[in-house]
T-cell receptor
C-alpha cells in the first residue's frame, strides 16, 4: 500500500543531542516537505525538495538540515537539539505531474519532539 | 498580513446541523485551495480541493470559492460527532520564489455535540 512513513512517532531527548527524524514515502512523489506545527498555530514550512539532490529552506528559520539522496527518503537532522525545537514535525509529499500547479499534500503521522 | 486567515473558533454545532467554516487569503494569484481535517494528535488529511469559482460538493461536504472576494468556505451538512476536528484551509502560492507551495491557516476547531 502506497503511504508516507515517519519515525519515531515520539522522541524525548536532552539538550545538545544530535537527532534525525526519518521520512519515507512509497508513492513515487517527487516533492517532499517538512512542516513544523505548534498547538493552535499554522503549519510552517521548514524545508522542501522537488527531487533528488534538490533541497531548499522554507519560510520558517530553522537550525535543521535535510538531504534527498533517494526519491523516497527525506530525513531531517538537528545537529544540537534545544528546548526551542520542541514541536510536532510533519513530513509530506506530493506529485508534480499535470495541472493544477499546486498538488495535494499527503502527510505522515508526524514526530512529536520534546527537548529537555 | 497573514497569507491565510481563519476564525480559530471553537465552533460548536449540534448533531445534524450545518457547520460553516470560512477562510480568506491575501494573494490574488492563488489558483488552488484545499481543506484539510486534523483530528487531535493526528496529521492533516485532505478532504476537499477546489480550483474554480463556485461550489464543489462531495458527500456531506461542499467547498465554495470566490476568487474576486478571495474567500473560501467549507460547509458540512448533517454534522456528526465524528466531524469534530480542526479544519485547516490551505492556499497555493503561484508566483515567484514560492511557486508551488501551500500556505496554511491556523485552523478552525469544530465540535459537534450529540
Amino acid at each position: 500500500e502506497a503511504d508516507i512513513y515517519q519515525t519515531p512517532r515520539y522522541l524525548v531527548i536532552g539538550t545538545g543531542k544530535k537527532i534525525t527524524l526519518e521520512c519515507s514515502q512509497t508513492m513515487g512523489h517527487d516533492k517532499m516537505y517538512w512542516y513544523q506545527q505548534d498547538p493552535g498555530m499554522e503549519l510552517h514550512l521548514i524545508h522542501y525538495s522537488y527531487g533528488v539532490n534538490s533541497t531548499e529552506k522554507g519560510d520558517l528559520s530553522s537550525e535543521s538540515t535535510v538531504s534527498r539522496i533517494r526519491t523516497e527518503h527525506f530525513p531531517l537532522t538537528l545537529e544540537s537539539a534545544r528546548p526551542s525545537h520542541t514541536s510536532q514535525y510533519l513530513c509530506a509529499s506530493s506529485e508534480s505531474k499535470g495541472a493544477p500547479l499546486s498538488k495535494k499534500l499527503f502527510f505522515g503521522s508526524g514526530t512529536q519532539l520534546s527537548v529537555l | 498580513q497573514k497569507e491565510v486567515e481563519q476564525n480559530s473558533g471553537p465552533l460548536s454545532v449540534p448533531e445534524g446541523a450545518i457547520a460553516s467554516l470560512n477562510c480568506t487569503y491575501s494573494d490574488r494569484v492563488s489558483q488552488s485551495f484545499f481543506w484539510y481535517r486534523q483530528y487531535s494528535g493526528k496529521s492533516p488529511e485532505l478532504i476537499m480541493s477546489i480550483y474554480s469559482n463556485g461550489d464543489k460538493e462531495d458527500g456531506r461536504f461542499t467547498a465554495q470559492l470566490n476568487k474576486a472576494s478571495q474567500y473560501v468556505s467549507l460547509l458540512i451538512r448533517d454534522s456528526q460527532p465524528s466531524d469534530s476536528a480542526t479544519y485547516l484551509c490551505a492556499v497555493s502560492a503561484d508566483r515567484g520564489s514560492t511557486l508551488g507551495r501551500l500556505y496554511f491557516g491556523r485552523g478552525t476547531q469544530l465540535t459537534v455535540w450529540p
